[in-house]
């Protein structure tokens, strides 16, 4: 039986830049970039979950602004994972890094040059059209 696994992140956008984050090398998949956020606890709401991640990952507070629709990805027959993207905009906070390498703010038009989770990459496209779509460039 495959075990489905809840996961929330987030797309902060501000000023058409996007915060991208880069996974440690211990973490699974090391070095990959990916849209910070985790994983959904017993009795959490995704929004819940979003805004608990990312102040205990990233020590920064967040607004939802709207929630995307999510990608099932499975990295093995046995564990797939739904991604359940939100775009939101940070209020403040002072950004520390407690389990990723590294973070950026990318301008949108780049986002595609990093080395991103394959399960992020349908939401990254999603993104992007989106993006261009509403004229926010």
């Known amino acids: 039986m495959v075990k489905r696994i809840r996961v929330t992140c987030a797309i902060i956008l501000e000023e058409g830049k996007v915060l991208s ?33 990312i102040k205990e990952e990233l020590n920064l507070e967040i607004e939802i602004i709207e929630r995307f629709q999510s990608n099932i990805h499975s990295y093995s027959p046995e564990k797939e994972i739904e991604l359940i993207p939100f775009l939101c905009r940070s209020l403040g906070g002072n950004l520390v ?7 950026v703010w990318e301008d949108v038009g780049n986002l595609k040059l990093l080395d991103w989770a394959e399960a992020d990459i349908p939401i990254l496209n999603f993104f992007i059209e989106w993006f261009y779509h509403k004229g926010l460039c």
Do not use: D, Y
């Not at 090398?25 to 991640?53: D, H, Q, T, Y």
């Open 21 to 53: 984050a880069q996974r440690s090398e211990v973490m699974a998949l090391p070095l990959k970039w990916e849209f910070p956020g985790g994983k959904i606890e017993e009795n959490e709401s995704p929004e819940e979950c979003l805004i608990r991640e």
């Open 97 to 103: 890094l407690k389990e990723h390498l590294n973070v």
